[in-house]
């Protein structure tokens, strides 16, 4: 059983930085995909963001890919989600997610594909 704690979410204003952490209890963390997803209410969770477990290979969403990067540090257990430039529609509860990947050239970019979640931190953007 994973334990996945998100950390780095607060208020921002629109155009600033933040960058999330997800810190995982599992010592075989580099075995695990971990992505990103927000969810706004009323709304289904929206993928921002997935590394594979090596860190060799990330995937962005269309609307984040230009001012956001993941990263992860195995060692430490922990995946990043670096945000920059800020909007509004940025504001969301964010979650990290993990799995252990049945393809390793797959792109886990769904919600349903992922087991393992976290409590989620909230992001709020100031306009």
């Known amino acids: 059983q994973v334990q996945l704690v998100e950390s780095g979410g607060g208020l921002v204003q629109a155009g600033g930085s933040l960058r999330l952490s997800c810190t995982a209890s599992?010592?075989?963390?580099?075995?695990?995909?971990v992505a990103w997803f927000r969810q706004t209410p009323g709304l289904e969770r929206e993928f921002v963001a997935t590394?594979?477990?090596?860190?060799?290979?990330?995937r962005l969403s269309d609307s984040m890919k230009l001012r956001t990067t993941i990263s992860r540090d195995n060692a430490k257990n922990t995946v990043y989600l670096q945000m920059g430039s800020l909007k509004h529609e940025d504001t969301a509860v964010y979650y990290c997610?993990?799995?252990?990947?049945?393809?390793?050239?797959?792109?886990?970019?769904?919600?349903?594909?992922?087991?393992?979640w976290g409590q989620g931190t909230q992001v709020t953007v100031s306009s």
């Open positions: 997610a993990a799995r252990v990947p049945y393809s390793l050239t797959y792109d886990y970019i769904h919600a349903l594909e992922y087991k393992y």
């Open positions: 599992e010592h075989t963390f580099s075995s695990y995909v």
């Open positions: 590394i594979t477990g090596d860190g060799g290979r990330t």
